[in-house]
């Protein structure tokens, strides 16, 4: 959070969105579905307030967490786009507690891959 150290609050809950960690925001950032520059336009929202994205986060540091809206439950999914999405998720997630972590310039955050074309 370079520039931006005021932080901006969760547009779900209210509370403020500590870091990128925890940021939904940033999380789509990483995935290549929020281009850069919209960033400060973009509302930020907790990644555990965001269930329909948040279910798809598979992994033991990560408390599992279910989407109750029956229109976005990953249960209600045909299992192959299930484990898919789970599969992305759980990566962009992995990859954020790493850049956080790291000396990485924000623009160096999206996945390699996602970024580089192959939207399949
Ligand atoms: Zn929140």
Known sequence: MAN???GYNCDRCGKYVDNVKV????????????????LPREPERH?????EFAQYIVHPNFDPLACDDPALDKRNL????????????T??????QAVANSNLAVD?????????????
């Open 4 to 6: 931006c150290d005021e």
């Open 23 to 38: 940021s939904e925001l940033y999380l789509r950032y990483v995935l290549g579905v929020v281009p850069a520059e919209e």
């Open 47 to 51: 990644i555990r307030c965001t269930p």
């Open 78 to 89: 045909p299992e192959q786009v299930r484990r898919r999405q789970e599969k992305l998720f």
């Open 91 to 96: 990566r962009a997630w992995l990859r954020l």
């Open 108 to 120: 160096e955050y999206p996945l390699p891959d996602l970024v580089n074309g192959s939207s399949a």
